[in-house]
């Protein structure tokens, strides 16, 4: 079984800082992209931030100088650093990955986490 387990969210004044961790964990072969996704309410879930196993990072335009996403491989994890918070990026953020399970020869599969909220408060 595979899991993807998000932490770090919570209540934030505008302006301040957040961090999202989100760990894979289970009968892993490979993860090949790790994604940061959001959604508001009353809204579609939209991509926010991606990286790609060679290590190229690409983020919504929304968020582009304000959020950085990191990965460690060999911990399996990807993280989201917020800074300059603003009361619209209030939302769920859900981690998500396409990976690999063992054995191989089973296809590459879509996986998301459970979500974590972020509040930003003006």
């Known amino acids: 079984q595979v899991q993807l387990v998000e932490s770090g969210g919570g209540l934030v004044q505008a302006g301040g800082s957040l961090r999202l961790s989100c760990v894979a964990s289970?009968?892993?072969?490979?993860?090949?992209?790790m994604d940061w996704y959001r959604q508001a309410p009353g809204k579609q879930r939209e991509l926010v931030a991606s990286?790609?196993?060679?290590?190229?990072?690409d983020y919504a335009d929304a968020v582009k100088g304000r959020f950085t996403i990191s990965r460690d491989k060999a911990k399996k994890t990807v993280d989201l650093q917020m800074n300059s918070l603003k009361p619209e990026d209030t939302a769920i953020y859900y981690c998500?990955?396409?990976?690999?399970?063992?054995?191989?020869?089973?296809?590459?599969?879509?996986?998301w986490g459970q979500g974590t909220q972020v509040t930003v408060s003006s």
């Open positions: 289970g009968t892993i072969f490979s993860i090949h992209n």
């Open positions: 998500n990955a396409f990976i690999r399970p063992i054995p191989p020869r089973k296809p590459i599969t879509e996986y």
């Open positions: 990286s790609t196993s060679d290590g190229n990072m």
